[in-house]
């Protein structure tokens, strides 16, 4: 799959994710890069199978997907860049 990162989106093929990176965020202390997705469409998920999305329909609470890349990552270098 060839992954396109740029500064606002990522983007897979015809799949674009708006997105935001932050940098050195992670609760283990391990260098770390957390990519969010800045709108509902789930397109980030498409993306990466890796993705996370805590939405609890049951509640109506809607959360925006998230994926996280630790250092040795395979992106990890590239996104560092962007996210510094």
């Known amino acids: 799959m060839n992954i396109k990162f740029r500064k606002h989106f990522i983007q897979s093929g015809e799949i674009k994710a708006k997105v935001r ?17 800045k709108d509902y469409v789930r397109a ?8 996370q999305n805590d939405t609890d329909i049951s509640t109506d609470y809607f959360d925006k997907d998230r994926v996280r890349f630790f250092e040795g990552d395979e992106h990890y270098a590239e996104i560092v860049k962007l996210a510094s």
């Open 21 to 37: 990176y932050s940098f050195n965020n992670h609760i283990s202390g391990k260098p770390c890069v957390t990519v969010y997705a």
């Open 44 to 51: 980030l998920s498409k993306i990466f199978a890796s993705a």
